[in-house]
């Protein structure tokens, strides 16, 4: 069964990505996880962080001359700005002095790294997480909490996804669809084709007219102090009919993916298919009837379900939303309290970025990767890509003679 995890804080030396259950002959290379990295660095609307921040990643296990061997992978990403938050962020005690706390010295930006965060950020788990762990420097919540843990995220979702390129042709592709109160008119999915043009358009769209307002209206954003979400859209075509389960909880598929994309920090809505907009229609204009095409072969006209009917997916393109609130580092800080003083206070600031949605339809991609390789790697077992996909070969054509008239099968 393929499981994952991940280690590692946002100023820490390094995230660990681990999984475990890829089979062997997996193609995985350095450069591979390296380009997925780039991806997750793009996009209009990020801070400088983005910019002069390395990841400087390094196969540690379960990879050989480019192939997986069957044993557990282990990346490690590890962060190039690592020598200005060694004493900040040090495993071991550091002598009394070294962290320079609320002592002024030191330029501004030293200062900032240094103290105490007492102040929490409202829509960040500082205060959650200070309280529920009994600490008192928020610096000890937000270094997990943050989103630079999606790095790792992203590496497994590459890894997943080569997996899913060597045993099928299953691929999945993300876009933008919204950024504040702009929305994408043209309601056309993403195609696996569009996957350069994608990666390298500002805004993860390739509508023009949504392009510019997106970018207006995070502009707007930044040059008001604030910050603006959106929505992503995550497409993933042909998955064969019947990965993840009607019989349990835990094994549909719709609710792996909503539990995975709701994991990523920020993402506050999830949709599968037309989602709410199916509570507003009668059943006669919701569902996608199955009809026979012009081969004979049963297909549907509609995708309202996005693709998955029962927990199970069915032959559809699976269709699924997530919905980013603004970040809470808004630099016109929000009133808050002081945790140090128990008084009213401003939410601290130092940086932040203005609109995550472009970075969040790439790491919406990778946990997708992830859900439709683990339902895939149930419903076919297989220690090797050979067996997986021989798995798989006879499965699809059991599957298309089901699917045949009766006296043709
Ligand atoms: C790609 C990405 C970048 C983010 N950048 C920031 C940021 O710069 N500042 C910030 O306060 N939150 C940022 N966030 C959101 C926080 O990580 C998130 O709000 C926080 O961990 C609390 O979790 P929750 O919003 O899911 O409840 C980012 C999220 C994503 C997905
Ligand atoms: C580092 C990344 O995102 C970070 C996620 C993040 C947060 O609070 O989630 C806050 C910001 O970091 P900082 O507070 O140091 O400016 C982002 O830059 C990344 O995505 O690689």
Redesign the pocket.
Known sequence: MLSWSTAGESHGCALIALMEGLPAGVPVSTELLRHALSIRRRGYGR?ARQKFEQDQVRIISGVRHGYTTGAPVAVEIANSEWPKWETVMSADPVPEGALNVDAGKGDGREMARNRRLTSP?P???DLAGLLSYDLDDARDILER???RE?AARVVLGALARSFLQSVSSIDVISHVVRVGEKKNQNSNLPLPQDREALDEAQMRTLDAEAEAAFIEVIDEAKRSGDTVGGIVEVVAWNVPIGLGTHVSEDGKLDARLAASLMA????KGVEIGDGFTEAMRFGSEAHDEILLDENGTPTRATNRAGGIEGGTSNGQPIVVRAA??P???VPKALKTIDLATGREAKAFHQR??TC?VV??AV?AEAQVCLQIAKALSERMGGRSVGEVKAQLDWYEDHIAARLRPVDER
Not at 264 to 267: A, F, L, M, N
């Open positions: 801070g950020r829509g960040h788990a909490a943050s989103a999606t990523i920090q920020s993402v980013f609130k970040i809470s580092t932040s970025d995550q970075p969040g790491i």
